[in-house]
Each structure stands twice: as structure tokens, then as C-alpha cells.
């Protein structure tokens, strides 16, 4: 089993809609990540939390510690947001431990 | 301001040649990392570098060498490469190791292996 679950592995979804993504995650952590891969192929860091909640623009970013669970939102989704969505956790090890990521496609 | 530069974006080997991916940044960043990214997985770590002059393995070390050339460069050699070895390469940076780090990451090398 993967230490960092996320869930879904794939989300198509129309142009206006809320889109949720999970992340799952096993081991103790000091921080979590997430981050957006654009389809051509960069990576850029989109959050990284230990608690609460982080917004940034129509991106909001909440993470349960006791749960073990984060959830990346968008709200007012755009074609624009299209891309992989990928969440990493920080075990106590200072190690990244990576998701395999959430292929986000928002149809106009 | 380039951040972290990769080069070359594409290469082509065949079974045995050799090649160095190289990377740079100009954050004066202390730590540097090499990731493969294949379908379906996550990013793993081949090897990083926690500070200028030291190199570590990560999860996926194994027909892989890196060197910290400078603060700013790390290099990953594929000594003689093997069709196990296409992926996606992508080299990144950050500050440092600790907790509050943020990786920024280059643009990645698309490596095929025949």
C-alpha cells in the first residue's frame, strides 16, 4: 500500500465547478505539499501546510492531522486549471513521500 | 531570474551509452534533488544533495551517479543506460531539507532508452 493515497486518479469536470481532491497519507508527517504539474511537463508548488487551512486565489488547501487527510479545493474551476495535481508528505525523516498524482481535466 | 535550469529537454540513447543531465539554479539554494517520474507514479528520488559537497541516495539509486559540482550545479551521469531508465528527469532546489522547504523544479528531460 502507498504511503500517500490520492484520490481521484483522474477528474474530468465542466468549467464553473468546485473540484475537490484528496490526499491520503499513512506515515507521521511535518508538513504536506501539493503542487501542480501543467501538462507541459513543469512543477510548481502550489502549498505547503502542517495545519488548518491555506488560500491562495480560487486554490484552498485544509489538512486534518488526526485524520491524516488533505484536500485540495478549486473553486470557479477553469480550462486553465487543467493539469496533475500532485501531494507530497514530509515524514519525520525530513523525506518526501509522493502521491502518484490527480489528472484534473476542466471542459469549457 | 531562471530558477532551475535543466538541460538538454529531450534525449534519445541507445542501450549502453552514457550521458549527463544537467542542472543549475540561481536561488542559492543549499539543497538539490534528482527525481524520475514515470506513468502512473509518483516523483522518486534518485539522488539529492542536502549541502555543496555532499550526495546522498534516495529511493531509487541504482545505475545513477551525481555529482555537487558547485553550489549551484548537480549533474546526474547515466553510466550505461538501460530502456529501464526512460522517464522523465526533473532536477530541483530548495533552501534546505528542513520542514519549511519548498522545491522549485526545472523544466524536466525526457529520456529514451532503446
Known amino acids: 500500500k502507498n504511503e500517500v493515497e490520492q484520490s481521484p486518479q483522474n477528474l474530468t469536470a465542466q468549467e464553473g465547478e468546485f473540484i475537490t481532491i484528496n490526499c491520503s497519507y499513512s506515515?507521521?508527517?511535518?508538513?504536506l505539499h501539493w503542487l501542480q504539474q501543467h501538462p507541459g511537463g513543469g512543477i510548481v508548488s502550489l502549498f505547503m501546510l502542517s495545519s488548518g487551512k491555506k488560500k491562495h486565489g480560487r486554490l484552498i488547501a485544509t489538512i486534518n492531522i488526526q485524520e491524516k487527510h488533505s484536500s485540495l479545493h478549486i473553486t470557479a474551476s477553469h480550462p486553465r486549471d487543467s493539469a496533475v495535481y500532485i501531494c507530497?508528505?514530509?515524514?519525520?525523516?525530513?523525506?518526501?513521500?509522493w502521491g502518484a498524482g490527480t489528472k484534473l481535466i476542466i471542459k469549457p | 531570474n531562471a530558477g532551475v535550469t535543466q538541460t538538454p529537454k529531450f534525449q534519445v540513447l541507445k542501450t549502453g551509452q552514457s550521458m549527463t543531465l544537467q542542472c543549475a539554479q540561481d536561488m542559492n539554494h543549499n539543497s538539490m534533488y534528482w527525481y524520475r517520474q514515470d506513468p502512473g507514479m509518483g516523483l522518486r528520488l534518485i539522488y539529492y544533495?542536502?549541502?555543496?559537497?555532499?550526495?546522498d541516495k534516495g529511493e531509487v539509486p541504482n545505475g545513477y551517479n551525481v555529482s555537487r559540482l558547485n553550489k549551484r550545479e548537480f549533474s546526474l551521469r547515466l553510466e550505461s543506460a538501460a530502456p529501464s531508465q526512460t522517464s522523465v528527469y526533473f532536477c530541483a532546489s530548495s533552501y534546505d531539507r528542513g520542514v519549511l522547504d519548498i522545491q522549485y523544479f526545472g523544466a524536466g528531460t525526457r529520456l529514451s532508452v532503446l
Open positions: 507530497a508528505v514530509r515524514d519525520s525523516n525530513y523525506q518526501l513521500i
Open positions: 544533495s542536502a549541502s555543496e559537497g555532499t550526495t
Open positions: 506515515v507521521g508527517i511535518s508538513a
